[in-house]
């Protein structure tokens, strides 16, 4: 990034889009955030839903990953209830993307022709 790039930088809040975030964890598997949407004045907006969102890490061999992924749901309850199919499939897809960037990377492994020269054949 240049110098000019980083000064067009704006960090400016859009006022019209504003959530007030609730954690509930079991410490153990995962985290559920309630994002209550709220007006610039920090008052409840209640002209927008509700958004829960789950989020949890899966050991891997070069360590945590962390999943994450909406959960439709009205109440923290059904989102609990959620949970566990919601992150499988926020899992699902992400091996689906792995899946297809190994393919696209064995596609582009070009073997080239060989150059040996056997005498006399």
Do not use: C
């Not at 006022?15 to 509930?24: A, G, K, V």
């Not at 007006?39 to 061999?61: I, L, N, W």
């Not at 992924?69 to 309850?77: D, F, G, P, Q, Y």
């Not at 609990?80 to 899992?91: D, S, Y």
Request: hydrophobic content about 30%; proline content about 5%.
């Amino acid at each position: 990034m240049t110098d000019e790039q980083q000064n067009e930088l704006e960090f400016k809040l859009d006022r019209s889009n504003l959530y007030l975030e609730e954690s509930y964890t079991d410490l153990k598997v995962g985290t559920i955030k309630r994002l209550t949407p709220v007006k610039a004045d920090g008052t409840e907006d209640k002209s927008r839903r509700t958004v829960f969102v789950g989020h949890t890490s899966v050991m891997t061999p070069n360590g945590a990953l962390p999943i994450q992924n909406v959960i439709e749901a009205k109440e923290l309850s059904q989102a609990i209830k959620k949970f566990p199919e919601a992150l499988q499939a926020a899992m699902d897809r992400l091996i689906e993307e792995v899946k297809k960037y190994q393919e696209q990377q064995e596609s582009q492994i070009q073997t080239p022709d060989s150059n040996i020269i056997i005498p006399g054949r």
